[in-house]
Each structure stands twice: as C-alpha cells, then as structure tokens.
C-alpha cells in the first residue's frame, strides 16, 4: 500500500442516468507508466478527469499520497494534464504557454527563463519562443502541451490520447521522445489511448477497460500473452478467439480435435474460450498437423506474410515467413504452452460486454 | 432592364431614408434661420450650442450616463452569461427567452414601468434614476452578443488554465476573457449607442432640470423652431452613426487580424 501514489476505490460515475464507469479500482505506483487501453467511449478520459479533478465522482474516492483528494479542485492537485486536443492558449506564444503555470506559481523571471528553454529543447523545438500556437504543426503544438505541463514538475503528468491525431511515422518518433522524457524527468505518466501497439511498446502497465469496467491489469507482457477473457485477447493484437471444451487437465478439444495444453484446473467436459495468437500456429504438410486445412488468402505484412486458413469450419489466421499459394494444403499445428485457455465469462455484465466487442 | 429598375427603387428607398436627415444637416449649416431660403453656409448654430450652459450641460450627461451605464451593463452582463452558462439546457433556453422580452417591449412601456417603479418606492427621478434606467435596457444587448463567443469559447483552454494552477477566477481573466473579448466590446459600443440614442425610456425617468441632448431637443423645438437643434441633431446623428459603424467593423477587423495571423 505504502508505494501507492494514487489510489482509486470504488468509483463509479454516470452521466445522464448512463453509467460510465463502475466501481472501479486501480491503484498507480510512483514513477509508472500506467496505460489505459480501450475502445472508445469506455470511460477513459472520464478516468482521467476524476484523477485531474476536473469530474467529481459519483461515489468512490481518489487518494493520492495516501491522503483523499476527492473534493480537492484541479488547481490545487499536483498534476498536469495534455490534454485530447492540445489546449494551447491561442493568444499567448509558445513561451507564454510554457511560462503560465510558472507565472501562477510566481517563479522568478530568470527561473521561468531558465525553464522555457529546457522545456524547449526536451521537446526538441528550441527557437520557437515567439511563435503563435496555431502557427505551429499538429506534432509541434502535441509538444509544446507536454512542455507546458512537464515544465510545472508534477508528480503525475495525465496524457489523454496525446498521439491520436499525428501521423504513424510521428506517432513513432513521439513514442520513443516520451519514453525518454519519462526516463530523464523521472515522474509518473498515466497514458490513456485505444491504440493497443502503443500501449505496448511505451507501458509499465496496462489498465485495459471496456464500458466501464477494468478487464484486465498487468504487464504488456502479460496482456498480450496472458489474455484473462476473449474481450482482452480480441483487442490486443489479432488472435485466433475458438469455443473449446476442456476434456481434463492439459487436454482440450478444439473444432472436433483434441490437442494437448498446458492448463489445468478446470475440471472435467468444461466449455472455456480458446485463443490462439495467429503467429503461434505453425503450417506443415498435410496430415503432418494437428487438423488439415486450406489456405483462402494471403496478404504480405513486411516482415510476415498473413494468411487466412480454413480448417474444420473455422477462419484460421496465421502469421508465418514462408509463403503457402492460395488453395495450399496444409497442415495446422500449435504448441502446447501456445493454447491460452480462459473461463467463458459468467456474469451478465462481462457478457454485456462480450456483445459490444 | 429588371436591373435598371431594381437600381433606381434602391435609389428611392436610400432617398426616403436619408433625405429628411441629409436636410436637417443642411439646414444646420444655413445662416439664416428661415427654413426655405438658403442664406450661405455657417457654422453660427453650432457655436451657439457651445456658448448655451443648458447644452453642453446636456451633452455632458448624454456621454457620462452613456458611459456609465454601458460600462456598468457590460460588467452586469458578462457576469449574467457566465451564470447562464453554469444553467442547465432548459434555464438556459428559458433565460435568453426572457432576455429578449425588453429588447422587443415598447420603449414607452419600458419608460413608463420604470418611472412608476421609481414613484412606487420614493425614488426620486433624476441623473440617478436615468443611469439606472439605461442599465436596465442595455443588459440584454451585452448579454446578446457575449453569449454566443461564450458558447464558442472552447472549455478545454480554460481546463487547461486551472489544470495549471489557475483559480477559476483567474483562469476566466486569463483565457476565457482574451476569446470573448470581441463580444465584450461590440456588446459594449451597442450599449453605449443605444443609450445616447435613447429619448423614450430616458424622458420618462429623468426628473426636472436634467436632460440629455435627444430630451434637449425634444423640449426646445417644442417651444419653437431653433436651428441650434438641427445642428444638435446633426452631432447626434453622427455620433450614433460613428458608433454604429466600429461595432460593426470593429469586431470583424479583429477578427480578420486574428485569421491572418495563423497563416
Ligand atoms: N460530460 C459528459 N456528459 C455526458 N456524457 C458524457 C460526458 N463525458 C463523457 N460522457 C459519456 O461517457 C462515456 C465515456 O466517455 P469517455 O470520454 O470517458 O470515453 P473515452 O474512453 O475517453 O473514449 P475516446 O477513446 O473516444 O476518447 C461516453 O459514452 C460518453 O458519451
Ligand atoms: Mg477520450
């Protein structure tokens, strides 16, 4: 508990009767990058305005340090925001932007000085003091917000989707200029975007949500290769998602065919979702796999190609360097610690939220 | 020929518009006070209107009350918008209904529940009770041209000003105002034409010995014709018409600034 930063309990919210975020939570440890990752309209820039104090829960309560900062107004929290869409201040320049968290806390001049041009060229826009905001590129102004609110030297700085609207190739190069503000300035980000690469490459944790409620915590590692349910697996990255049925321990049958797992625990003839990441299923010859199958499409990917395969009545998607033509016979084999089981969701909200998927 | 005729009903309809204001001019500048023989050009009115007491008495009332009044209107107004936005959506839409109602009430229903409000409660008429009137009108038309930057205005800036360090307070002045600036100044140039423009509300509520130049007038020409009050109308004309003109070009010339600056 002690190296807990913030702590959210129990917070719900709705807006209009609708409910947005349920009961929700999540504690962020000091120096995390904590992604949440969802599709959109799962309540995730809802979160964050209740950690920036710009939403007030329904119930439930923020702790931060330990101490609750619920009732607590955004101006007196100790975090800054980049914000969804930037929210520069159109008539100020780039240098007033920067300084204005300063000047409110009345830093001296040669300070506020001092700190523009380091912010300036942690961000990589040195010379661009007297500039007007909407003079300034997408990418530049996205830079100048996370200038203006790491200048303050926040505990936590909140980054609502700070991406989303730059290109892939500078979305890449922003990706890697975050990593390394957040290894040279050393403070805790808590990231939200609904793109699930990104939240894999930059992330400590992920929080990934779906209409309010966490589906899932843990490592991008764990995520991705330890999915919890089908909505999680669904969303991060491409996956082969099959009913199954768990015959005994470590035995699983799959589309009419039994193949050994590593799973147990879940007693005997037990129907489970089965996911099968497309770059874990191996093509062989025919009859040499565990089901045979024909190939219906190919598409190259750069580093792989990707093909479709139809075996026993299911759309395989497989991920492999070597290439098989169109109307291939192959056949389909997966290694035992490659069979991720998972529960069939129980109750009617995880079902609710199946359907949406 | 359709064109040639819509020309010259244009024609007639400037003409109509602005031939009686174009004589009264004309005749502020005549020497003679005879209204049908043109005697030569002078300026001998308008001097005689700088050497009345009376006069420059009401001249002087005519831009402090305005002054007054619409600076106080402004303030009263803004404050009112930032209310209305707080509101829900239906306090809203029934607020800018109400709001309308004075703006569209006869001025001399204005004029008169003012003056019986006055009576009503001992007030007596007087300077006071005319800048109390004008305030009175003039809220609605700032009201009416804040309102709508204000919903334009976007909250994320002045999310983001709170977000660092800025009280609510602040954060309007510092990012909130700058945006509705124009607003501000165009509900402020409307309120202080409207009230030197006003005669109505203004005589009603004006207790004896004060006047301001459209009561002025009103009461002189009433005695007789004195060409002095053509050249006072004149003034009057012309100032309203100054004014008429910044509000329109001031806020759109702001505007246009702002635009060219991105680029
Ligand atoms: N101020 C508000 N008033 C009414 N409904 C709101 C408000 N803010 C959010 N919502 C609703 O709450 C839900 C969650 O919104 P939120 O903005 O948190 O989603 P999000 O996960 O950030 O989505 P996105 O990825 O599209 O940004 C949405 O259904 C949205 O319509
Ligand atoms: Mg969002």
Redesign the pocket.
């Known amino acids: 508990m002690s190296d807990h930063l913030i702590d959210l309990v129990d917070i719900s919210k709705s ?2 009767g ?1 409910l ?2 349920d009961e929700m939570n999540l504690y962020i440890r000091e120096n995390e990058f904590v992604t ?1 990752l ?12 209740i950690i920036g104090g710009f ?1 007030t829960p329904d119930t439930g309560k923020v702790l931060f340090n330990g101490a609750d900062i619920t009732g607590l107004p955004a101006y007196k929290r100790q975090l800054n925001t980049v914000f ?1 869409r930037y929210a520069l201040f159109p008539h100020l320049t780039i240098a007033e932007n920067i300084a204005f968290g300063l000047k409110i806390k009345k830093k001296s001049r040669d300070y506020i000085r001092d700190k523009i041009k380091y912010s300036l060229k942690l961000v990589n826009l040195e010379g661009y003091e007297d500039r007007m905001p909407d003079s300034l590129s997408g990418g530049q102004q996205q830079r100048i917000a996370i200038a203006r609110a790491i200048v303050n030297e926040p505990k936590v700085l909140l980054l ?2 700070p991406l989303g609207a730059l290109d892939l190739k500078l979305r890449q190069e922003m990706q890697y200029e975050l990593i390394r503000l957040k290894n040279e300035i050393g403070i805790t980000f808590i990231y ?1 975007t ?1 793109d699930q690469e990104e939240a894999l490459t930059m992330s400590d944790t992920i929080v990934v ?1 779906n209409q ?1 409620y966490i589906q899932q915590i843990g490592t991008p590692e764990a995520i991705y290769n330890e999915p919890e349910n089908a909505f999680v697996a669904d969303f991060i990255g491409d996956s082969n998602i099959l009913d199954g049925i768990m015959i005994q321990d470590r035995l699983v049958e799959i589309l009419g065919t039994r193949m050994a797992c590593v799973d147990a625990g879940f007693g005997l003839n037990k129907p489970v979702d089965v996911v099968i990441r497309p770059e874990d299923v191996e093509l062989t010859g025919p009859g040499e796999g565990a089901m045979d199958g024909v190939v219906t499409s190919v598409i190259f990917k750069g580093v792989h190609y990707e093909m479709e395969v139809e075996a026993n009545g299911f759309e395989w998607l497989v991920q492999s360097t070597h290439m098989h033509e169109v109307g291939a016979h192959v056949g389909l084999r997966v290694e035992p610690d490659n069979i991720q089981i998972m529960n069939k969701p129980e109750s009617e909200d995880e079902k609710a939220v199946e359907l949406d998927v | 020929m359709k064109k040639a005729f819509s020309k010259v009903y244009l024609l007639l309809v400037f003409l109509f518009l602005y031939v009686p204001i174009v004589i009264m001019m004309a005749l502020s500048f005549n020497a003679s006070k005879s209204r049908a023989v043109w005697a030569g050009f002078s300026t001998k009115w308008y001097e005689e209107l700088w050497r009345s007491a009376s006069i420059m008495d009401a001249v002087k009332n005519t831009f402090t009350i305005a002054l007054i009044s619409s600076a106080a209107a402004t303030v009263l107004g803004v404050l009112a918008c930032i209310g209305i936005m707080a509101m829900s959506r239906r306090g809203k839409t029934v607020t800018m209904a109400v709001n309308n109602i004075p703006l569209l009430n006869a001025d001399i229903v204005t004029g008169l529940s003012l003056m019986l409000t006055y009576v009503f409660f001992g007030i007596s008429l007087g300077y006071g009770t005319i800048v109390f009137a004008h305030i009175t009108f003039n809220v609605p038309y700032v009201i009416l041209s804040v309102m709508p930057r204000l919903k334009n205005s976007s909250r994320s800036t002045y999310e983001a000003a709170m977000d660092l360090g800025a009280s609510p307070v602040r954060a309007f002045f510092a990012v909130v105002m700058p945006e509705i600036m124009p607003g501000i100044v165009s509900g402020f140039l409307l309120s202080f034409s409207m009230s030197i423009d006003d005669f109505i509300i203004t005589y009603f509520t004006k207790g004896a010995g004060v006047n301001t130049i459209s009561t002025m007038i009103y009461t002189q020409v009433r005695r007789g014709i004195v060409p002095s009050m053509y050249a006072l109308s004149t003034i009057l004309f012309v100032l309203v018409m100054v004014l008429l003109l910044i509000t329109n070009f001031a806020p759109a010339a702001k505007s246009r600034d702002d635009s060219k600056k991105g680029k």
């Open positions: 807006f209009d609708q947005v975020l949440l969802g599709p959109s309209g799962c309540g995730k820039t809802t979160t964050l305005r939403e969804q609502d989707e939200v609904h949500m309010g």
